[in-house]
């Protein structure tokens, strides 16, 4: 990055900084404040362990802090300290830590990221993000005050659960809810469990919470739609399955047919050994369509920096924007992340990594000096795709 | 105080009961109170049988039962081994958990309590914190279940934030992924909140109970006034240690009141080569009393052994200070026939650290005088 353009993005995050809308964590006090500076040379030096002393004192002076220094990146520990501005971790007293979740593209399965375009990866990465807000509303209880939801700036979405029963857990309780979320170690045999009724046993899915829940709400539904089909339709269905035969096949639809409440109550004795063959493939799909991919370390280190919302992603110019619950389905990170600061005015780049881009309303840069968006401009300059040029 | 205190003596109102009886455990040491004989046999059985309950149920008065249970955590703590107070405070647990069972199982369904020592659920939840996070689950099917005699009728729904609190490494039926979770709540059967082996919530909120704050961090003076005062039960727990004893805060070489085994083998190393489970067994000890590597290369200087292999042995013997590597007992030596039980020292310890200890403080401190701080030769 040229002297100019480095010159020209610090100007501008500053001017941005002037009437941003920061984010500010409870407790500010007791956060670990850090950020990566602008600075000539290409490495990247994050300033970190300072107090919000170091930033000027109060919640009002991070703003003020942030317009000074206009840096390239801003964070805060998840964590709360006795003395956050001690240099060794071992020295801060740590007292607790919200609970933070991090999607990524680079993590998600099945997504190609040479291949995929940003926008893709993006669009990808919300579905992760419902997925994962699915689990936490619904099995671990969370309300949306609980749940602070972040566009991260760059590939990705943050979500920060601020609940004070969550604080002291430790890194390993939390791995326990990233497995659970992951489905990572789930005993898929252990979903059915043996009960005894009067006398005699039978197994039925564990229905009251977790993945057997998932499942049998999986199940329920198959069935439902089963007996919307008429016989040969709902025969081929379930012979698609692994180890499901047309004999099978008969009996699951024989039982559903004669006795729907069963599977509503969750009994898988009724259908035979072939119902339960279905609930494994469709246990199955369900890990494959309901779990979060989150980025495990993010959530278990529970001294992690992680970016402030309201502030600047210095990768991409881009917001790291608060999304409220009712406005994630419409949100557009590529649309709603731009910072209004770089609205309305065009400015001078000379492109030097031309190609797709897909922020804008051009789908593809010509390479060479000329006028674009001053937002487009920025995100071409902060990927290291364009320089300043002059105006 | 009441008989629950005695009972139940981790909880809070038993530990104001503690202080309004006013008795501290030296003076309970001095009286020759029963309490002292109890709270070493608390400790005893927990290390060796994993219980704190008293051998001979009848045989101590209530305050005697609830007195013991500080001066437990007092010759814990004394014992200074990490292990000892790991077992000791699950053993606590466990007994905790059998009376929870005990008290808890009734026809009444463990909502009332059925004699004055005796605690109900809501108590129990209550004491812990939980109460607000444990409740009894009231499902459509309940009813029907109840009256067909199933034994797993009964379910719970614990907070997930406490469940992830409240459980330990207990296997794979007790991960969260494998649970039933909704709405922010686990589903428990009642016997997982106070497992017989040692798995629940209830046993695991005892056990944090009891190991917070130990071992006591005694400054010197008190350390060395309690080991005084609690002498007799401390050296037999020691002594029940055997292989594994407490090494920690002997930092005192004084060659003279070494134990005659050592003594011996260090005689024999100034002429002789010794075979590894001889220098092991010397250097060890060494390493205990707090030799560092130059200072064991400096005592060994006059024997056979390479002030290398002298170094080595030391500094990786010191890292554990002994945990890792504790020096063999004059039993184990004995089967090497490195000791002899010459003297006859056997009968004071069977354990050349607990006997060097006790030589130790037996001698005047003005008379202490540390071989790392002799007078140079003169030459």
């Known amino acids: ?108 399965p099945g997504v190609d990221e040479d291949e995929a375009s940003y926008a893709e990866m993006l669009s990808a990465c919300k579905d992760a993000l419902q997925r994962l807000l699915d689990l936490l509303r619904d099995d671990f209880g969370f309300a949306n005050d609980d749940l602070l939801i972040v566009f991260s700036g760059g590939r990705g979405y943050h979500v920060h659960v601020r609940n004070d029963a969550l604080l002291e ?59 919307e089909m008429d016989e040969d339709d709902a025969t081929d269905e379930l012979t698609a399955f692994d180890g499901i035969g047309d004999g099978r096949a008969g009996t699951i639809l024989d039982a559903v047919e ?35 991919p989150i980025d495990e370390p993010v959530t278990t280190d529970v001294r992690r920096l992680i970016r402030l919302p309201g502030t600047l992603h210095g990768g991409t110019g881009f917001v790291v924007k608060p999304i409220a619950p009712d406005d994630l389905d419409a949100f557009d990170p590529l649309e709603d992340g731009v910072a209004d600061r770089f609205r309305g005015q065009r400015i001078m780049v000379n492109v030097t990594e031309p190609g797709p881009v897909d922020v804008g309303a051009e789908t593809a840069m010509d390479p060479g000096p000329q006028s674009v968006e001053e937002y487009v401009g920025v995100f071409l300059m902060a990927r290291g795709r364009a320089e300043k040029a002059t105006e | 105080m009441q008989p629950l205190h005695a009972r139940y003596p981790f909880f809070d109102a038993a530990r104001e009961a503690v202080g309004e009886l006013g008795a501290s455990v030296p003076e309970l040491a001095a009286s020759g109170d029963p309490a002292v004989e109890r709270g070493r046999e608390r400790v005893e059985r927990a290390l060796t049988e994993g219980t704190t309950a008293p051998a001979e ?32 405070a699950t053993a606590e647990a466990a007994t905790a958990a059998a009376r929870f069972a005990e008290d808890v199982t009734g026809d009444d369904d463990g909502l009332r309590s059925t004699t004055d020592a005796s605690v109900s659920l809501p108590r129990i939840l209550d004491e812990f914190d939980l109460a607000d996070s444990v409740r009894e689950e009231r499902l459509a099917g309940a009813d029907r279940n ?10 719970y729904r614990v907070g997930v934030e406490q469940y992830l609190l409240l459980t330990g490494d207990w296997g794979e039926g007790w991960r969260l992924v494998n649970r039933e979770l909704a709405d922010g709540e686990v589903r428990i059967r009642r016997g997982e909140l106070y497992g017989a082996d040692g798995e629940g919530l209830l046993v695991e909120a005892v056990r944090r109970r009891v190991a917070e704050g130990l071992p006591f961090d005694l400054g010197d003076d008190r350390r060395t006034a309690l080991e005084e005062a609690l002498d ?46 001889e220098s092991f067994a010397l250097l060890s000890f060494l ?74 403080r037996e001698t005047e401190p003005a008379e202490r005088v540390d071989w790392r701080e002799r007078e140079p030769a003169q030459s």
């Open chain 1, 169 to 227: 857990l430790d890194s390993e309780a939390r791995r326990e809810v990233v497995d659970y979320l992951r489905a990572v170690d789930l005993d898929r045999d252990d979903l059915i469990r043996t009960v005894s009724h009067g006398g005699t046993t039978r197994r039925e899915l564990k229905t009251g919470g977790g993945w057997g829940r998932r499942v049998h709400r999986e199940l329920v539904e198959f069935v439902a739609e089963l007996r």
């Open chain 2, 57 to 88: 149920p009848g045989r101590w008065s209530d305050e005697a039962e609830l007195l013991s249970y500080p001066v437990a955590r007092v010759l814990v703590s004394l014992l200074s081994e990490e292990k000892a107070v790991e077992k000791y």
């Open chain 2, 146 to 155: 109840r009256s067909s005699g199933a034994t797993d009728r009964d379910w």
């Open chain 2, 232 to 277: 007799d039960p401390l050296s037999a727990l020691r002594d029940l240690l055997g292989e594994r004893v407490a090494v920690g805060g002997i930092d005192a070489v004084l060659p003279s009141l070494f134990p005659e085994c050592i003594d011996e083998l260090l005689t024999r190393a100034e002429s002789e080569e010794l075979d590894d489970t």
């Open chain 1, 1 to 108: 990055m040229e002297d100019r353009t480095r010159n020209y993005l610090r100007g501008r995050f500053g001017d941005y900084y002037a009437d941003a809308e920061l984010s500010v964590p409870p407790v500010p006090d007791a956060r670990e404040w850090g950020h990566i500076p602008y600075t000539e040379s290409a490495g990247t030096t994050m300033v970190r362990h300072r107090s919000l002393l170091d930033m000027g004192g109060d919640a009002k002076s991070i703003r003020e802090f942030l317009e000074r220094e206009a840096p390239r990146h801003a964070y805060f520990s998840a964590a709360r300290y006795d003395d956050p501005g001690a240099r060794q971790m071992a020295e801060k007293g740590w007292r607790g830590a919200d609970l933070v979740f991090d999607l990524d593209a680079d993590h998600l």
């Open chain 1, 258 to 292: 004669r006795n729907p409440g069963a599977i509503r109550d969750g009994n898988v004795e009724a259908g035979g050994p072939g119902l339960r063959k279905l609930v494994e493939a469709l246990t199955a799909r369900v890990i494959q369509n309901e779990t979060a």
């Open chain 2, 287 to 360: 390493a205990a009393i707090g030799l560092d590597a130059d200072g064991a290369a400096a005592f060994c200087a006059e024997t056979t052994l390479g002030e290398r292999q002298v170094r080595y042995a030391v500094e990786r013997l010191g890292e554990n200070r002994g945990a890792q590597y504790p020096p063999p007992s004059c039993e184990t030596l004995s089967a090497y026939g490195i000791c002899t039980n010459q003297n006859g020292h056997r009968e004071r310890a069977d354990h050349p650290l607990v006997l060097y200890r006790e030589r130790l």
